[in-house]
């Protein structure tokens, strides 16, 4: 798995509402640098970050 992959994986899951601005612009960077392709391991670990609520859209960064 990929460091870029790997580092977001370790922050956990997003904050949800409770996210401060800085959070999700941080989260987005994080997620945005991840280059596609990615493996089939590195879509089910990012995958499981998400929940129901997408993080103000962060979650868009997987589609």
Known sequence: MRPEVQAFVAGGPPSGWEASEGEVDRRDQQLGAIA???????????????????????????S
């Open 36 to 62: 596609r392709p990615v493996t089939r391991e590195e879509a089910k670990a990012l995958v499981s970050c998400f929940g129901p609520d997408d993080c103000y859209g962060v979650a868009w960064g997987l």
